[in-house]
T-cell receptor, first 116, second 112 residues
Framework: DAGVTQSPTHLIKTRGQQVTLRCSPK?????VSWYQQALGQGPQFIFQ???????QRGNFPDRFSGHQFPNYSSELNVNALLLGDSALYLC???????????????FGEGSRLTVL | LAKTTQPISMDSYEGQEVNITCSHN???????ITWYQQFPSQGPRFIIQ???TKVTNEVASLFIPADRKSSTLSLPRVSLSDTAVYYC?????????????FGGGTRVLVKP
């Protein structure tokens, strides 16, 4: 059973460019959340997708957008990259529908973005 | 979302028990308490979750007093591989989804 997979694992961009990161959730999961983790900091919640809609959003500008596909996979897009966007971007999946409420998230290994 | 406060770092030795206490004074009635472990350049990994009293699994125990304003993660007989950052999170894991707020975490260093 594959866990959460993310691609690419590493990438380098320059300021002003745009980036797309991809995530496939764990089998059986229907909810995908994205987190940004700067070096030495805890992960910060960006947004969450369920049923192909953004359900919740953290304190991130509109440059950060996303999408969820019918197969539950998801993309994170960041436009007009800034140096401060350099971070590890983590995708986490969970199952929102059915069962008992749970805060258990399954995280991928992340995509390390460097903005020069 | 309830804010959490936990020690920045802790040192321990192999074979000892490590206890990390997290404060969450404004925890809401429907909030769960969840702990995650994170190794460098990896995504966090779920350790344990609880609502009240005591929860135990194969890797840790979670103690939650009656007022739920704090919780203690207990790692029995730690090994070098338990060196990691441990995050305490409080949030509604139900209908509101799994939007969880990570704090700075506690860096645990296990020494030989």
């Amino acid at each position: 059973d594959a866990g959460v997979t993310q691609s690419p694992t590493h990438l380098i961009k320059t300021r002003g460019q745009q980036v797309t990161l991809r995530c496939s959730p764990k089998s059986g999961h229907d909810t995908v959340s994205w987190y940004q983790q700067a070096l030495g900091q805890g992960p910060q919640f960006i947004f969450q997708y369920y049923e192909e809609e953004e359900r919740q959003r953290g304190n991130f500008p509109d440059r950060f957008s996303g999408h969820q596909f019918p197969n539950y996979s998801s993309e994170l897009n960041v436009n007009a990259l800034l140096l401060g966007d350099s971070a590890l971007y983590l995708c986490a999946s969970s199952r929102l529908a059915g069962g008992l409420p749970t805060g258990e998230l399954f995280f991928g290994e992340g995509s390390r973005l460097t903005v020069l | 979302l309830a804010k959490t406060t936990q020690p920045i770092s802790m040192d321990s030795y192999e074979g000892q028990e490590v206890n990390i206490t997290c404060s969450h004074n404004n925890i809401a009635t429907n909030d769960y308490i969840t702990w995650y472990q994170q190794f460098p350049s990896q995504g966090p990994r779920f350790i344990i979750q609880g609502y009240k009293t005591k929860v135990t699994n194969e890797v840790a125990s979670l103690f939650i007093p009656a007022d739920r304003k704090s919780s203690t993660l207990s790692l029995p007989r730690v090994s070098l591989s338990d060196t990691a950052v441990y995050y305490c999170l409080v949030g509604d894991g139900g209908a509101a989804g799994n939007k969880l707020t990570f704090g700075g975490g506690t860096r645990v260093l296990v020494k030989p």
